[in-house]
């Protein structure tokens, strides 16, 4: 089985800065895809920030040129570097990866952590 392990959530003033991971671990071929998602409370899950193969990246428009997604393919980890963050940032994420397995892909979930930013 597969597990994404998530770390580095936590309270943080307007204008600070957090770092997310999530590592990959388990049995698996290879990792196509790994994303970060956001859910605040009463709203959808909304997708923040993309990772796809040959260093593609894609962001949300609310955290573009906030928020850096970066891999280390070597750890199988995804970070999230999150700088000026506001009080709507505020939310679980989530990560997300896409994983190549027993010769088909798979979609994994994290358990998510949660990001509080005060005013």
């Known amino acids: 089985q597969v597990q994404l392990v998530e770390s580095g959530g936590g309270l943080v003033q307007a204008g600070g800065s957090l770092r997310l991971s999530c590592a990959a671990s388990?049995?698996?071929?290879?990792?196509?895809?790994m994303a970060w998602y956001r859910q605040a409370p009463g709203k959808q899950r909304e997708l923040v920030a993309f990772s796809g193969g040959a260093g593609t990246t894609n962001y949300a428009d609310s955290v573009k040129g906030r928020f850096t997604i970066s891999r280390d393919n070597a750890k199988n980890t995804v970070y999230l570097q999150m700088n000026i963050l506001k009080p709507e940032d505020t939310a679980v994420y989530y990560c997300?990866?896409?994983?190549?397995?027993?010769?088909?892909?798979?979609?994994?979930w994290g358990q998510g952590t949660q990001v509080t930013v005060a005013s």
């Open positions: 388990g049995s698996f071929f290879s990792i196509n895809t």
């Open positions: 997300h990866a896409n994983i190549a397995a027993r010769g088909t892909n798979w979609s994994y």
